[in-house]
């Protein structure tokens, strides 16, 4: 099973950026699609943006089309989100995610917050 470790999130003003790193254990990385999903509190978790296996196509939730990047480096087994102009309803917990035909495998989930 893989295991996935988030960090880079944190404190940061609207406006700002952050980059999430997503570190993934096993000799499998590659195999697999990557995806990052959000929950804010109160409110359902929702898809983000996710990477095919090779990195040829992505895909953004439309609240974050344009500002967010997802990109991903087998080589390092790790999966990133570069967040830009980052808005106040950004602020949630952040998961990677992994798996095959559904996301199987989470990561504990990093802190983002927004201020305003």
């Known amino acids: 099973q893989v295991q996935l470790v988030e960090s880079g999130g944190g404190l940061v003003q609207a406006g700002g950026s952050l980059r999430l790193s997503c570190a993934a254990s096993?000799?499998?990385?590659?195999?697999?699609?990557m995806g990052w999903f959000r929950q804010a509190p109160g409110k359902e978790r929702e898809f983000v943006a996710s990477?095919?296996?090779?990195?040829?196509?992505?895909s953004y939730a439309d609240s974050v089309k344009g500002r967010f990047s997802i990109s991903r480096d087998n080589a390092k087994n790790t999966v990133y989100l570069q967040m830009n102009i980052l808005k106040p309803e950004d602020t949630a917990v952040y998961y990677c995610?992994?798996?095959?035909?559904?996301?199987?495998?989470w990561g504990q989930g990093i802190q983002v917050t927004v201020s305003s």
């Open positions: 995610a992994t798996g095959g035909s559904s996301y199987t495998n």
């Open positions: 096993g000799r499998t990385f590659s195999s697999y699609r």
């Open positions: 990477i095919t296996q090779s990195g040829a196509r992505t």
